[in-house]
């Protein structure tokens, strides 16, 4: 499987996100690399882990024999269900280094989402983790992944193996704990490839368009692409540091966060969505480099203080880029560069100027190379064609098929279904809305119309509409009869919580 065209390639890019990591680890090999939230044990199993590039390295190597040890193949598309934690990035670099194929997939997800997707790509390992969510010795409100996964692979032939993170895993889930222990694994030579490594599929994400879910594939040069456009732009330099706090599951997670990380050589400090608290306490600590977080919340982290330090960048992630302009004018001492996200199909970054406000997206060629050209399409949308933009349907053949799948025009553009208006005045666009029929929460997308068809499943008494919000773009209310039985319902078919805590009785305080 091979993703990239003769003209990327004749670029001359052979490097592939493991290149880049193994020179950071010459570099640095002492040196921090991979820094665990330290909330880390409310949320999942295990105490916070640092570790070097000598130990991220045995780690991905270990990770990477393990899978090879299994069997499987070159190409084999292996689906991540990980929290934000050091082994999201672990196990994304271990399947790359393994010759593999990475599908992480949103934390959110649950049984009907994954089986739709994994459905689609043939993926045949699911690696995971065995909780989510808040523990502590006055509450439990945790989620097994594991489970879910295990319920997952019931559903899906192709699937051979569930592997996880963690303890007290259910019967027939193969352990990966030990990984991280001090004797290595031989890693098992991967297959050969033939042509130039980089041009390979290296991750596959997945976006939710009106006509359903669309996998999304993207080879190293694609995704170095992506990252480096907004590593550029934010001024970065050769061994700075990044926090993250973008969800693992999407492009913008892999080029804002995994990406910069790489290419600076620094340390990557992961904060697991959504902790203020902690998150100010990591981003008084980082010394330098640059934080990239969801655009929503900058705002309220301004207004408690805890954006004030010069010697960082802070990048902020708008997965509704209509939401940019109405932004408050930034002038902190930060330096500050939007990140237009457009699903996943590409983004867009700017810095801002001197006056803090936005800057505009124009029509054609721009952003710090590599560049990504813009098109306002005859349905008033934003199409978008670049070296990070994907160029081929996803798995080979789809496009023959009927299931929905990226389709590129003959110039190369994809339209990204974004709405968008003209100021003919200045030649750039005005970002109006999300993609038709779609709903945003979060940065999740769900087709409004399957949405309302879940609920009818369940109690065609019910109904679900979609609300503004001020942080999460919109958000899911639901009525019905028996409001918590239609939500325990929802939950046991496998649905996103989000969607199923739409009819959570107010006040009331559930697992999701």
Same mark, same amino acid.
């Given at each position: 499987?091979?993703?990239?065209?003769?003209?990327?390639?004749? !670029?001359?890019?052979?490097?592939?996100?493991?290149?880049?990591?193994?020179?950071?680890?010459?570099?640095? &090999?002492?040196?921090? %690399?991979?820094?665990?939230?330290?909330?880390?044990?409310?949320?999942?199993?295990?105490?916070?882990?640092?570790?070097?590039?000598?130990?991220?390295?045995? %780690?991905?190597?270990?990770?990477? *024999?393990?899978?090879?040890?299994?069997?499987?193949?070159?190409?084999?598309?292996?689906?991540?269900?990980?929290?934000?934690?050091?082994? &999201?990035?672990?196990?994304?670099?271990?399947?790359?280094?393994?010759?593999?194929?990475?599908?992480?997939?949103?934390?959110?997800?649950?049984?009907?989402?994954?089986?739709?997707?994994?459905?689609?790509?043939?993926?045949?390992?699911?690696?995971?983790?065995?909780?989510?969510?808040?523990?502590?010795?006055?509450? &439990?409100?945790?989620?097994?992944?594991?489970?879910? %996964?295990?319920?997952?692979?019931?559903?899906?032939?192709?699937?051979?193996?569930?592997?996880?993170?963690?303890?007290?895993?259910?019967?027939?889930?193969?352990?990966?704990?030990?990984?991280?222990?001090?004797?290595?694994?031989?890693?098992?030579?991967?297959?050969?490839?033939?042509?130039?490594?980089?041009?390979?599929? %290296?991750?596959?994400?997945?976006?939710?368009?009106?006509?359903?879910?669309?996998?999304?594939?993207?080879?190293?040069?694609?995704?170095?692409?992506?990252?480096?456009?907004?590593?550029?732009?934010?001024?970065?330099?050769?061994?700075?540091?990044?926090?993250?706090?973008?969800?693992?599951?999407?492009?913008?997670?892999?080029?804002?966060?995994?990406?910069?990380?790489?290419?600076?050589?620094? *340390?990557?400090?992961?904060?697991?969505?959504?902790?203020?608290?902690?998150?100010?306490?990591?981003?008084?600590?980082?010394?330098?480099?640059?934080?990239?977080?969801?655009?929503?919340?900058?705002?309220?982290?301004?207004?408690?203080?805890?954006?004030?330090? !010069?010697?960082?960048?802070?990048?902020?992630?708008?997965?509704?880029?209509?939401?940019?302009?109405?932004?408050?004018?930034?002038?902190?001492?930060?330096?500050?560069?939007?990140?237009? &996200?457009?699903?996943?199909?590409?983004?867009?970054?700017?810095?801002?100027?001197?006056?803090?406000?936005?800057?505009?997206?124009?029509?054609?060629?721009?952003?710090?190379?590599?560049?990504?050209?813009?098109?306002?399409?005859?349905?008033?949308?934003?199409?978008?064609?670049?070296?990070?933009?994907?160029?081929?349907?996803?798995?080979?053949?789809?496009?023959?098929?009927?299931?929905?799948?990226?389709?590129?025009?003959?110039?190369?553009?994809?339209?990204?279904?974004?709405?968008?208006?003209?100021?003919?005045?200045?030649?750039?666009?005005?970002?109006?809305?999300?993609?038709?029929?779609?709903?945003?929460?979060?940065?999740?997308?769900?087709?409004?119309?399957?949405?309302?068809?879940?609920?009818?499943?369940?109690?065609?008494?019910?109904?679900?509409?979609?609300?503004?919000?001020?942080?999460?773009?919109?958000?899911?209310?639901?009525?019905?009869?028996?409001?918590?039985?239609?939500?325990?319902?929802?939950?046991?078919?496998?649905?996103?919580?989000?969607?199923?805590?739409?009819?959570?009785?107010?006040?009331?305080?559930?697992?999701?």
């Amino acid at each position: 499987m091979i993703l990239g065209g003769t003209d990327r390639e004749a !670029a001359g890019n052979r490097t592939t996100l493991d290149d880049l990591f193994r020179r950071a680890g010459v570099r640095h &090999s002492a040196a921090m %690399a991979l820094i665990d939230p330290p909330n880390r044990e409310i949320f999942t199993d295990g105490t916070p882990r640092r570790l070097t590039y000598a130990q991220a390295d045995r %780690a991905i190597s270990a990770f990477a *024999a393990r899978l090879r040890q299994l069997g499987l193949q070159t190409d084999t598309v292996v689906a991540l269900h990980l929290p934000h934690t050091v082994e &999201s990035i672990i196990a994304l670099l271990g399947v790359l280094r393994a010759g593999m194929i990475a599908a992480p997939l949103p934390l959110l997800w649950r049984q009907q989402d994954i089986v739709a997707a994994l459905g689609r790509i043939g993926a045949k390992v699911i690696v995971t983790t065995a909780r989510i969510g808040i523990s502590s010795q006055s509450t &439990s409100q945790s989620t097994s992944l594991a489970e879910i %996964a295990m319920q997952a692979a019931a559903e899906l032939f192709p699937i051979r193996y569930v592997c996880s993170f963690g303890l007290d895993l259910p019967d027939g889930v193969m352990p990966l704990d030990d990984i991280f222990g001090p004797d290595q694994l031989d890693l098992v030579p991967s297959s050969a490839r033939p042509g130039n490594a980089a041009a390979h599929v %290296a991750v596959v994400t997945f976006e939710t368009g009106a006509a359903g879910l669309v996998p999304v594939a993207r080879n190293h040069i694609e995704l170095i692409a992506g990252g480096l456009s907004a590593y550029l732009e934010s001024g970065a330099v050769l061994d700075a540091n990044v926090l993250s706090a973008i969800q693992p599951g999407s492009f913008a997670s892999i080029a804002l966060g995994v990406v910069p990380w790489l290419l600076g050589g620094g *340390a990557l400090t992961l904060h697991h969505a959504y902790d203020p608290a902690t998150f100010a306490d990591q981003y008084r600590t980082q010394n330098g480099g640059s934080i990239a977080l969801p655009g929503p919340a900058l705002a309220p982290l301004a207004e408690a203080g805890h954006l004030g330090n !010069a010697s960082k960048t802070i990048v902020a992630l708008w997965r509704s880029p209509e939401r940019i302009p109405g932004n408050p004018p930034w002038h902190g001492d930060a330096r500050l560069v939007d990140v237009a &996200s457009f699903g996943e199909y590409g983004l867009l970054a700017a810095q801002r100027g001197a006056d803090g406000m936005p800057a505009a997206i124009a029509i054609g060629l721009s952003g710090t190379a590599p560049a990504i050209e813009t098109l306002r399409t005859d349905a008033s949308t934003v199409a978008l064609r670049g070296a990070m933009v994907p160029a081929y349907a996803f798995p080979p053949g789809a496009e023959r098929g009927p299931e929905p799948h990226l389709k590129p025009d003959a110039a190369g553009f994809v339209d990204t279904g974004v709405r968008c208006g003209l100021n003919r005045d200045t030649n750039t666009l005005t970002i109006t809305g999300s993609p038709a029929g779609i709903t945003s929460i979060g940065g999740y997308r769900f087709r409004q119309n399957a949405v309302d068809w879940m609920v009818a499943e369940v109690d065609l008494d019910a109904t679900i509409v979609a609300l503004p919000d001020a942080v999460l773009d919109q958000r899911l209310a639901g009525t019905a009869p028996d409001r918590e039985a239609t939500e325990a319902h929802l939950l046991v078919r496998g649905v996103n919580p989000l969607i199923a805590g739409a009819f959570r009785p107010r006040g009331a305080a559930k697992a999701a």
